[in-house]
């Protein structure tokens, strides 16, 4: 446990290999279904041009020289320079199988690499795709995300996701049964979500025994889908405040088990339209943690029997 109010990934790498570990973004040279006409042409009306992956290396470089062009980013701070291989932008197990296993392989050899993290679609893991990973899975350390976004299959709508949420429900299932680790993505703010949404997504994610969670502040960047869409139709932006209580108010209906990954999102100023607040991440945490401390709660405090 973070200070003993909720389990961070920061702390489980920690546990796991005795030491910080980093993580260095990868671009897989994939697309999406939901982009090149497979199930849609627009994409998720919240992503960016580069698939959400504004930090991963430049795609025209290999796999092992973009980790090497990584390392070298952040040598200052990790001194032993071991990190997790993350697939992120778009979606990772969009592709041929054997593409596949040659790039999530080539990434494993790296010297410096002691394990891999693929983002991807819950519409995205076939059979092939499933066995492939339960091979790396056998050998490595391995976690797979999943954007879900919303429980919410109206909400999913809006946002062009392009699958229902039974989808995600089997395939977590699928990836549970395999014993594969997998981390399931959630938004706060999304267009008409209501506080009853963002609580049965956390009752869903822990209903199918998610490792682990990322929680993302709905930004919304300049020239985007999204800002289209705000105009037409103006939805609630959450105010700092209110997201900080929204997020502890999830925190504590999680399971404890379940690994935080990410409590905020990162988007680049030069792109963002709103909110700006969400610019200072380290001040939202900052309070984050301040607020849980005075209010004495705690991950899974409040989770429902």
Not at 101 to 125: M, S
Not at 169 to 197: G, Q, R, Y
Request: glycine share 6%; hydrophobic share 35%.
């Amino acid at each position: 446990m973070n200070n003993d109010r909720f389990y961070s990934l920061n702390n489980y790498l920690k546990d796991k290999f005795g030491k910080k570990i980093y993580k260095v973004s990868l671009d897989g040279g994939f697309t999406c279904p939901n982009r090149d006409g497979s199930i849609s042409s627009q994409g998720c009306i919240f992503c960016s041009d580069v698939g959400s992956g504004e930090f991963a290396g430049p795609r025209r470089k290999n796999i092992s020289d973009q980790i090497d062009e990584q390392l070298e980013f952040i040598k200052s701070k990790n001194k032993d320079n071991k990190v997790i291989a993350y697939f992120q932008n778009f979606t990772n197990t969009y592709g041929d199988i054997e593409y596949l296993e040659k790039i999530y392989f080539q990434a494993l050899a790296h010297e410096k690499v002691i394990g891999i993290a693929i983002a991807t679609r819950p519409d995205c893991i076939g059979e092939d795709v499933l066995q492939l990973l339960k091979k790396i899975n056998e050998k490595y350390f391995l976690w797979v995300e999943l954007g879900l976004q919303s429980a919410s299959d109206s909400i999913g709508e809006i946002i062009n996701r392009g699958y229902n949420t039974y989808t995600y429900i089997e395939t977590a299932k699928n990836l549970k049964k395999a014993n594969i680790k997998f981390v399931t993505h959630m938004i706060v703010s999304l267009p008409n979500e209501k506080k009853e949404d963002l609580y049965n997504t956390i009752k869903l994610i822990n209903s199918v025994d998610s490792w682990g969670i990322k929680i993302h502040m709905l930004y919304i960047l300049k020239n985007s889908k999204l800002e289209t869409y705000y105009n037409k139709h103006p939805f609630k932006i959450y105010t700092e405040d209110e997201y900080v209580e929204t997020v502890i108010s999830l925190i504590e209906r999680l399971n404890k088990n379940i690994v935080i990954h990410r409590l905020t999102g990162d988007p680049k100023k030069e792109d963002l339209l709103l909110p700006t607040w969400s610019l200072n991440k380290r001040k939202v945490l900052n309070s984050m943690h301040k607020n849980m401390k005075l209010e004495n709660t705690f991950q899974g405090s409040k989770v429902e029997k």
